[in-house]
């Protein structure tokens, strides 16, 4: 992140916070008290801040604020009161609001007057249309509604997207040089991988979401490097949900991307094998983890770095009540990175096609099945997280309608209700595949009847139609 973007957050945070501390006293307090006005003057303050000299912009848009145009990124202190908002601006039907460069000509009283309305439109019929009425009979000029739309500007989505798909295919050649270097005994060093890491940590705590869609990646033939990357996304937006620091989650990225790192010394036919292994050819696999620590420690990085790195991959095929391998003889603790990959690594394997298995498990079934062994191969409290941070019906399961539609989940329109998602519905596109169409948030209800419009007949799996779904999210940044 530039300089000035960080500066931009840094404001972000302090407007959010601002606004919000504004449009609360206003509630139960008159103009002339103390705490009213001083949080009026702040909120004009950080205003003037964070437009310069021209016009301010706020949307929120899948959940997620803009601030001119760039994503605000959410810190420990300030979520709390960004949730609150994210409930504040549909509560009036509002999609953001413009201030043009005249508020600066506002005083104090139309600031009030600003406030009381916005409290007050959440009670109309029509919120918007009666703010915009408002405004103009109180002489607000200054002040422009966004109502709610469909969809965000297109550069700002053409920007993020591109830079994820840049980032992740940078990750992937990093982490294929790496490997190389390490199989032909050669010095490899991390100092790209760090760089990535940090450029991935922004990007999950920028829009999760994305990150999840590009997880489901998936390339066959390169599928120890597609799947490490995918294990380091993975891993991240958990370890964001637990609440780890950007340099923890920066560690965890680069244990993600090296934690089969082990594999470059099992025979690739013993990879692909597609019947049920023998002893010895168990025994390679077994080996994987500990050879990854022996490749990680010889690493051109600082000891610190070595030391922290490799927690996770000698961890990450290690269970919850010590089984696993390797074999434990000296600890009965397990690190929490090893914990996080073990959950990682084995969602992504399930919903993978693999040599060895007929089929792959939609992400749905995946959850099922590792749910199941929760307690004994899996941490419950982080399982549990995982599963609600990847939804009922995680990002990329492909969902067949009692319409006849078919949908691909893209998101969640409620981070408190993970049930319902937002789906892209997919048609023929004339030429025997699948092209993306409309959006429709399944939690939409029938005005007359309150049941939902469409309901989920079956989960099907992305390969069964031939598609990818991280094609559909990266549609825009080709």
């Known amino acids: 992140m530039s300089a000035q973007d960080s500066e931009l957050m840094e404001l972000g945070g302090k407007f959010i916070k601002a606004f919000h501390h504004m449009s609360h006293p206003v509630r139960i307090h008159q103009e002339n008290n103390q705490l009213m006005k ?74 009030i007057i600003f406030a009381r309305l916005l409290d007050e439109a959440a009670m109309q019929e029509d919120p918007p249309s009666w703010l915009e009425r ?58 790209k991988a760090r760089r990535l890491a940090q450029t991935m940590v922004d990007l999950v705590l920028e829009d999760e979401t994305l990150m999840l869609g590009l997880s489901t990646i998936r390339d066959y033939d390169d599928y120890t490097y597609t799947h490490s990357v995918n294990v380091a996304l993975l891993s991240m937006s958990l370890g964001r949900r637990i609440g780890l620091s950007q340099a923890f989650l920066e560690q965890l990225a680069i244990c993600g991307m090296f934690h089969d790192l082990g594999k470059v010394e099992v025979p ?36 610190d770095m070595r030391s922290r790195v490799v927690l996770g991959p000698f961890g990450h095929h290690l269970n919850y009540d010590l089984s696993g391998y390797p074999r434990l003889h000296f600890t009965e603790t397990l690190t929490l990175f090893g914990k996080i990959l073990r959950i990682a690594d084995t969602y992504d394997a399930l919903t993978a096609e693999r040599a060895y298995r007929p089929r792959s498990f939609s992400p749905d079934e995946a959850l099922r099945m590792m749910w199941e062994r929760v ?32 949908g691909l989940v893209v998101d969640y329109p409620s981070e408190s209700e993970r049930t319902r998602p937002q789906v892209l519905l997919l048609v023929d596109d004339g030429q025997g595949s699948l092209r993306g169409s409309e959006m429709l948030n399944l939690a939409d209800r029938d005005q007359k009847t309150g049941s939902y419009e469409r309901q989920i007949v079956k989960c099907l799996h992305p390969s069964v139609l031939g598609i990818q779904p991280s094609e559909f999210f990266l549609q825009e940044a080709s």
């Open 38 to 111: 001083e949080c009026i003057a702040q909120f004009g303050k950080v205003l003037a801040q964070m437009a310069g000299g021209e016009e301010l912009e706020i949307l929120l848009w899948r959940g997620r604020f803009f601030l001119q145009g760039e994503k605000l990124l959410y810190r420990r202190e300030t979520f709390p009161l960004i949730n609150e908002m994210m409930e504040y601006f549909p509560q009036r039907g509002l999609q953001g609001l413009r201030f043009l460069p005249t508020f600066r000509k506002a005083s104090f009283k139309d600031f």
């Open 134 to 191: 408002q405004l103009a009979d109180n002489g607000l000029q200054w002040l422009e509604i966004l109502r709610e739309m469909d969809d965000i500007p297109p550069d700002i989505e053409l920007r993020r997207k591109e830079k994820a798909k840049q980032t992740y295919l940078q990750a992937l050649t990093t982490v294929k040089e790496v490997a190389q270097k390490v199989s032909q005994r050669s010095v490899a060093g991390i100092r």
């Open 268 to 303: 690739k036919d013993i990879i692909t094998k597609p019947d049920m292994l023998d002893t010895g050819e168990w025994e390679h696999i077994r080996r994987h983890p500990l050879i990854g620590v022996h490749r990680v420690l010889r690493l051109h990085a600082s000891r």
């Open 375 to 406: 307690g004994v191969e899996y941490d419950p409290v982080l399982l549990k997280t995982f599963i609600n941070m990847m939804g009922l019906y995680p990002v990329g399961t492909v969902l067949k309608l009692d319409s006849g539609e078919l």
